[in-house]
């Protein structure tokens, strides 16, 4: 079990790109897949160092929507793999009171694959402990815009005004929406970009970008990425001044 020093700050909701795993592997003289497969170790050691350090709600970036564009062969081995994971650490995320949720669009997957994650969800939505976001076929872009037709329908059928819509109203057909706002994301892999990951939910996370790669990924990574995160002082556009006057009211 690996706990943080009390005086950490603990954000209550981490997002983590997952990059690195490719390059692993070739810098190895493997092929990708050999990276793929070995990144899933540090999932579980992300999954299990959330669940042991109280952090509310973990969403990792599994598979994006511009994925698809990768070789036919690593896209094929990437879902198998997914649906693989899916069954073997289904028992153990239900053994640590672990909540499991899929976003993205789903419809892109075949049937098979789908089915899972509806089993999947299903056995662990009554967990009440880390909540494990897995976003797979998703991007940001897709992610708002699918927010946008959910409110237009609603104007459409006369439930809902146009001039009503605001970012509050917006928000709510965001994934994620019912979850604390993301507090840090972490990309490994030493790129220094969001890549269509969470835009709406990222406005204010604070970013932590590390050169280790995803399969090197361990708790003193995760340590460091929460280090930096306690020591910045987050002000949601206020001065450090008024940040300081509503800590004091709130003693």
């Known amino acids: 079990m690996t706990t943080l020093n009390q005086q ?9 790109i997952m990059d690195g795993n490719g390059r692993w592997a070739e810098a190895k003289g493997k092929h990708r897949v050999f990276g793929h497969k070995h990144g899933v170790k540090s999932l579980r050691k992300a999954i299990a160092f959330a669940s042991e350090n109280n952090i509310q709600a973990l969403t990792i970036f599994a598979f994006s929507s511009e994925n698809w564009q990768r070789p036919e062969k690593e896209v094929n081995m990437l879902m198998e793999l997914f649906f693989t994971v899916l069954g073997s650490e289904l028992k153990k995320l239900q053994k640590h009171n672990i909540k499991l949720k899929i976003i993205g669009e789903l419809t892109g997957f075949s049937e098979r694959l789908q089915k ?4 999947a969800e299903k056995v662990t939505k009554d967990n009440t402990g880390l909540v494990l976001n897995v976003a797979a076929n998703y991007g940001g872009r897709w992610d708002i815009t699918q ?3 959910k409110l237009a329908k609603l104007v459409a059928t006369g439930e809902l005004d146009a001039d009503d819509i605001d970012e509050e109203l917006l928000s709510r057909a965001i994934t994620l929406h019912k979850l604390p706002a993301v507090d840090l994301m972490i990309r490994t892999g030493g790129e220094h970009r969001i890549s269509n990951f969470l835009l709406w939910q990222l406005a204010y996370s604070e970013l932590y970008f590390t050169d280790v790669l995803w399969p090197d990924f361990d708790a003193l990574t995760f340590q460091s990425a929460l280090d930096m995160f306690s020591g910045k ?3 949601f556009g206020q001065t450090s001044e ?7 009211e709130s003693n």
Not at 242 to 248: C, E, I, P
């Open 147 to 149: 927010a946008t037709k």
């Open 242 to 248: 008024q940040v300081s006057l509503t800590k004091s």
């Open 116 to 119: 899972k994650v509806f089993e």
């Open 233 to 235: 002082e987050r002000r």
């Open 8 to 16: 950490v700050k603990i954000p209550k909701h981490v997002a983590i």
